[in-house]
């Protein structure tokens, strides 16, 4: 007898034509077989997909190099293919899952021929919790296989735990020819299927990640009652001991994965990590708030990661206990074989290769490492792992912060007056583009809940959708909203950021716990100077005042492009959303009059 799962392999490899079949159990000899097949035998563009690096600096890493098309997501080719174009709304590109099937079946056809399919069952979230989920992945190329052994719960005991079931969460990925025009990450989310083809970039080739957790997982959440968010999952304990659960949304680039591992600047607080990415939050029998990280690795931005900045992340670069490191298009040291990036804290190496495998040229602008090159590790690796981090339950979430990258406008922190408040402050956030998506950078877009990528449906809906969930919680947690990234004349960042970023987080409990009142203004609470622990910092106090600057002038085009973008999802958006928004004109207003 043939098990649902045997009978989709045996559909797909019909149609893709691979050379062979292979069944991933998720152990550390296959990963190491898999980067030996990854150095030996597959190339991309002639270069071998892996090189070992100096294991001596650091050991079990290895290298990639991409395709010099494919470094980042490619949101113009992903599509969420619901049966109904309205329910993907005007947030996604949209294609008839018919017509896309159609399409992509014509790609897909004979796509694997000369190759491997590498077929990879993996769990999103702990195997004990009632939240986890079943799925797997096929791909044909080892960079991905060994990427989702790090990301994912996968192997063995995923393949046992679906065993003769047909309730999978599927994806069919193939790097296809690399060619940016035959490149689709396309979404059949009445189906939980992923097809994605052309590209071994992470989010649109790990497709446990953004397309399975967020695309897919929100449709799942919005019909089942839980949310899938783009968030960080991080404990803080302060000098008692007493920690506090907390989850923050930031787009991509934007600082999820150094708030996960911030080293505290205040002594006596600890930052315990969770997740750096993706949340899946749903309501527990006492009412409140639970997160859980579906996710088992951390794919971080390496440009600006240093012992300085992010002194836990490097030491989890360079810990053993679970198998491999990956650093994908950062520079490399051709003496020492060990990867370099801007911002890494030491001189750059005179004889190296740029990320396209270029000799790097340092008279020139050309940055070493490109923008987006990533490491990939394990978040067991990490020293500051939460102890709850396989709690099956998740933790109980007291705040949500909601984030963006903003140079000018938005305050350093801003606490909501209420959940619906808090829901809007989501909903009218921006945000400026990244590198992590391909595209001009540094545009404000908005980005709510920075979803704006990665919500499987109508966004008007998602809108109502943290409404409902807030009436459904007893004891909802408090909605803040953060921007480390506001400049002052001389375009240099005011906030410090990083480790001193606990000083925000620090004001937060204390408004938690009822320790210090805040000041009332026209966008929400913000903290009385004295409340922030910045003395020490030494930042002149007109500093600190520009970044709780509010010029109600500089907000009317805000509002109006708030007002535009609400208006696109027409009778979706929640009518509280357009009262919160006249609201906030109209405090606006009055503080110009004032
Ligand atoms: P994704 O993995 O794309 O979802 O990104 P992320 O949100 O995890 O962003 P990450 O923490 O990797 O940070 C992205 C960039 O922002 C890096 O270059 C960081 O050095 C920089 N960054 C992070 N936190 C801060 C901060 O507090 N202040 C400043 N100025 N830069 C920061
Ligand atoms: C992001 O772009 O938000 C990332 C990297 O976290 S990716 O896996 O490509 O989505
Ligand atoms: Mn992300």
Redesign the pocket.
């Known amino acids: 007898m043939t098990t649902p799962l045997e009978r989709w392999v045996d559909e797909q490899a019909k149609l893709t034509k691979p050379k062979k079949i292979y069944w991933c159990d998720g152990s550390e000899k296959e990963a190491q077989n898999l980067i030996e097949i990854g150095i030996r035998d597959e190339k991309i563009d002639g270069t071998p997909v892996f090189q070992k690096l100096n294991h001596t600096t650091w050991p079990n890493a290895y290298y990639h190099r991409s395709h010099p098309t494919d470094v980042a997501r490619t949101e113009h080719l992903t599509f969420v293919c619901h049966a109904n174009k309205d329910l993907a709304g005007p947030n996604n590109n949209w294609m008839d899952p018919r017509e896309a099937k159609e399409k992509l079946t014509k790609l897909f056809d004979g796509c694997m021929r000369g190759r491997t399919l590498y077929v990879m069952p993996y769990t999103m979230g702990h195997p004990g919790s009632p939240y986890a989920k079943d799925c797997v992945q096929l791909t044909d190329i080892s960079y991905v296989a060994v990427s989702m052994r790090i990301m994912t719960r996968m192997g063995k005991q995923a393949l046992d735990r679906i065993g003769s079931s047909d309730q999978f969460v599927r994806g069919l990925h193939s790097v296809g020819d690399f060619d940016p025009n035959k490149r689709f990450i396309m979404h059949f989310p009445d189906e939980k299927l992923v097809w994605s083809i052309g590209s071994g970039y992470g989010g649109n080739a790990l497709l446990g990640k953004k397309c399975f957790s967020l695309r897919i997982a929100s449709y799942m959440g919005l019909k089942e009652g839980w949310l899938a968010e783009?968030m960080?999952v991080l404990g803080i304990e302060d000098p008692q001991g007493k920690v506090t659960y907390i989850t923050a949304a930031?787009?991509?680039?934007?600082?999820?994965?150094?708030?996960?591992m911030l080293e505290s600047a205040l002594p006596g607080y600890k930052i315990w990590t969770l997740g750096?990415?993706i949340a899946w939050l749903n309501i527990g029998t006492d009412g409140r708030l639970y997160a859980i990280n579906p996710e088992t690795g951390l794919?971080?931005?390496a440009?600006?990661?240093s012992l300085k900045?992010?002194p836990n992340m490097m030491h989890t670069l360079k810990n053993t206990k679970f198998f491999p490191t990956l650093f994908t298009n950062t520079g490399l040291d051709r003496d020492t074989q060990e990867p370099w990036w801007e911002?890494i804290g030491t001189p750059a190496p005179k004889n190296a290769f740029d990320w396209q495998g270029k000799a790097w040229n340092p008279s020139q602008e050309a940055k070493m490492a490109h923008p987006n090159s990533?490491f990939t590790v394990s978040i067991y690796n990490s020293p500051t792992l939460s102890k709850e981090y396989d709690n099956p339950q998740g933790v109980p979430i007291s705040a949500i912060i909601l984030g963006g990258r903003r140079t000018q406008l938005i305050p350093l922190v801003l606490e909501s007056l209420s959940w619906q408040h808090g829901v809007f402050l989501g909903t009218r956030a921006g945000s400026e583009t990244?590198a992590?998506a391909s595209g001009q950078v540094g545009v404000v877009r908005r980005d709510p809940m920075a979803m704006i990528p990665f919500c499987g449906y109508n966004m008007g809906d998602y809108f109502g959708h943290w409404l409902n969930i807030g009436k459904r919680l007893k004891h909802p947690p408090k909605i803040f909203t953060v921007n480390?990234?506001r400049t002052d004349e001389d375009g240099e960042?005011i906030?410090p950021?990083?480790g001193d970023?606990i000083r925000v987080l620090k004001w937060m409990l204390d408004r938690i716990d009822g320790r210090v009142e805040a000041k009332e203004t026209a966008l929400g609470y913000v903290p009385h100077l004295k409340d922030l622990h910045v003395q020490d910092l030494k930042i002149p106090q007109h500093d600190l005042e520009k970044l709780f600057a509010v010029h109600p002038a500089e907000w009317k085009q805000e509002l109006e492009n708030i007002e535009r973008f609400l208006i696109q999802f027409g009778e979706h958006t929640p009518p509280e959303m357009w009262q919160e928004h006249k609201d906030l004109c109209a405090a606006l207003n009055h503080a110009v009059k004032v």
């Open positions: 783009h960080v930031m787009p991509s680039a934007c600082g999820k994965t150094n708030l996960a750096d990415d794919f971080g931005v440009p600006g990661t900045t992010n911002g990533r990244t992590a480390w990234f960042y906030w950021g990083f970023n």
